[in-house]
Nanobody
């Protein structure tokens, strides 16, 4: 199985930037698609970004397109989420997730398609 640990969250003012990291265990990391989700208080968990096994394809929620960038370094078993131009509505707990190589792009957007989850890291954006 895969174990995931997020880091890099914190408090930042609106317009600022943060980079989240997700470190994965195991020797099969490169075979997994990866995703970032977030959950704000009182709201359901929502998709943020996804990336395929090689890093050649990426997927984003409309709310973060142009501001967030997902990337991965398979040699380091790590996936990243670079967050720029942060807004107060980005405040949430951010979760890293992994799924075995999907056959269809649509599965990247669905939290139920992911097999492993990290514990989350808090991102707070102040106005």
């Amino acid at each position: 199985q895969v174990q995931l640990v997020e880091s890099g969250g914190g408090l930042v003012q609106a317009g600022g930037s943060l980079r989240l990291s997700c470190a994965a265990s195991g020797r099969t990391f490169s075979s997994y698609a990866m995703g970032w989700f977030r959950q704000a208080p009182g709201k359901e968990r929502e998709f943020v970004a996804g990336i395929n096994w090689s890093g050649g394809r990426t997927y984003y929620a409309d709310s973060v397109k142009g501001r967030f960038t997902i990337s991965r370094d398979n040699a380091k078993n790590t996936v990243y989420l670079q967050m720029n131009s942060l807004k107060p509505e980005d405040t949430a707990v951010y979760y890293c997730a992994a799924q075995r190589r999907p056959n269809y792009s649509a599965t990247y957007y669905h939290d139920g398609a992911y097999d492993y989850w990290g514990q989350g890291t808090q991102v707070t954006v102040s106005s």
